[in-house]
């Protein structure tokens, strides 16, 4: 008996990234997501292995104050997704950008 082999073949695998414009305004929607989640999204400096904190108990997000708004923006679309947001509590504009970034940090076979 032959069994057939399932498996993943990784030369197709692309990692798709959300394509945003690098501003205060981006940046402030994806602020949004966190707040309206009761996150407090803090600045701070201090030596962050990877730009920013997460404080889950407490819900905050520190980030690394020195991030201009390019890093900040990058630094939110990779730990949105790896959040407990509530979705319901998120406005319909937050939802869909919400849905969207995770969409997005998955990767896609």
């Not at 929607?29 to 309206?36: A, P, R, T």
């Not at 201090?46 to 690394?64: D, H, M, P």
């Not at 947001?85 to 997005?104: A, G, M, R």
Request: net charge negative; with cysteine.
């Amino acid at each position: 008996m032959n069994k057939a082999r399932i498996g993943i073949n990784f030369d197709s695998v692309i990692e798709r990234k959300i394509t945003m414009k690098y501003t205060q305004h981006n940046l402030d929607k994806l602020e949004d997501i966190l707040e309206q989640s009761e996150y407090v999204v803090r600045y701070e400096r201090g030596t962050f292995q990877s730009g920013w904190c997460l404080l889950e108990a407490r819900k905050i997000v520190v980030l690394n104050k020195f991030l201009d708004a390019e890093g900040r923006i990058n630094t939110l679309l990779e730990i949105i997704p790896q959040l407990n947001i509530e979705f319901d509590k998120l406005t319909h504009e937050s939802q869909k950008l919400y849905d969207e970034v995770v969409k997005n940090s998955a990767v896609i076979v």
